[in-house]
């Protein structure tokens, strides 16, 4: 059985939100699937997913972020801020 290596529990949710990485970047579209409160996992079909990004779940609800893991289009992220 794997371990769990959260801090936090994690949350299944379906929620559109978008990417936005770089200054002049165009924020690009994404799904979280699972939420806790030290990161996120996602699912975007974009290919490039720098080491930092902040998602943008609504214009008042922003988090920086930093990529743990990737597998094809779906991936994992820790909060940082």
């Not at 801090?7 to 200054?23: D, F, P, T, V």
């Not at 290919?47 to 779906?74: M, N, Y």
């Amino acid at each position: 059985m794997l371990a769990n290596r959260r801090k936090s529990e994690r949350r299944l949710c379906k929620r559109i939100a978008k990417i936005h990485y770089g200054n002049g970047s165009l924020p690009r579209d994404c799904t979280v699937t699972d939420i806790s409160d030290g990161g996120v996992k996602v699912v975007a079909e974009f290919v490039e997913i720098p080491p930092q990004f902040t998602i943008v779940f609504s214009p008042d609800h922003q988090r920086k972020c930093r990529l743990a893991w990737r597998i094809g289009c779906e991936f994992g992220a820790e909060f940082i801020d």
